[in-house]
T-cell receptor, first 111, second 112 residues
Framework: DAGVTQSPTHLIKTRGQQVTLRCSPK?????VSWYQQALGQGPQFIFQ???????QRGNFPDRFSGHQFPNYSSELNVNALLLGDSALYLC??????????FGDGTRLSIL | KQEVTQIPAALSVPEGENLVLNCSFT??????LQWFRQDPGKGLTSLLL?????REQTSGRLNASLDKSSGRSTLYIAASQPGDSATYLC???????????FGDGTTLTVKP
């Protein structure tokens, strides 16, 4: 049973570019959440998707957007990249009140 | 606004020692609290989940407790091993079962 898978594992971009990160949830999970983790800090909630709708959003600008597909997979898009967007981006999936399961993340570096 | 604090930020113990990691939160209206382990450069591995109606959960050498009234949770690790070395994070989920707020973690080093 595959867990949460994220792609790509590493990505290097320059300021002003756009990036798309992808997440496939654990089998049987219908809810996907995205988090940003800066070095040495805990993850910060970006937003959560359920039934293809954004259900809740954290304190991130509109440059951060997402999508959930009918098969529950999800994408995170970031426009107009800034140096401060360099971080580990984590995807978590869940179902009902069961524990969240996390992927290994995408390491995004902005030059 | 929920705030989660983990103390200490770092902890070093000799192998075999029992230890307690602390997590405190400011808003007691929570849905659940989850403890995670994170190895360097990796994602998060779920250790224990405590629902808001529960007081504790146990898995092997790990025991987590929850006291909503005081806004505190502890993770007890018995007979620590070098393989337990990692960063331990606690996350509090709000009552609408959406956003989780994380602490910055406690980095544990268990020396052989």
């Amino acid at each position: 049973d595959a867990g949460v898978t994220q792609s790509p594992t590493h990505l290097i971009k320059t300021r002003g570019q756009q990036v798309t990160l992808r997440c496939s949830p654990k089998s049987g999970h219908d809810t996907v959440s995205w988090y940003q983790q800066a070095l040495g800090q805990g993850p910060q909630f970006i937003f959560q998707y359920y039934e293809e709708e954004e259900r809740q959003r954290g304190n991130f600008p509109d440059r951060f957007s997402g999508h959930q597909f009918p098969n529950y997979s999800s994408e995170l898009n970031v426009n107009a990249l800034l140096l401060g967007d360099s971080a580990l981006y984590l995807c978590a999936s869940s179902w009902g009140d069961q524990p969240q399961h996390f992927g290994d993340g995408t390491r995004l570096s902005i030059l | 606004k929920q705030e989660v604090t983990q103390i200490p930020a770092a902890l070093s113990v000799p192998e075999g020692e029992n230890l307690v990691l602390n997590c405190s939160f400011t808003d007691s209206a929570i849905y659940n609290l989850q403890w995670f382990r994170q190895d360097p450069g990796k994602g998060l591995t779920s250790l224990l989940l405590i629902q808001s109606s529960q007081r504790e959960q146990t898995s092997g050498r790990l025991n987590a407790s929850l006291d909503k009234s005081s806004g505190r949770s502890t993770l007890y690790i018995a007979a620590s091993q070098p393989g337990d070395s990692a960063t331990y994070l606690c996350a509090v989920m709000g009552t609408n079962a959406g956003k989780s707020t994380f602490g910055d973690g406690t980095t544990l080093t268990v020396k052989p």
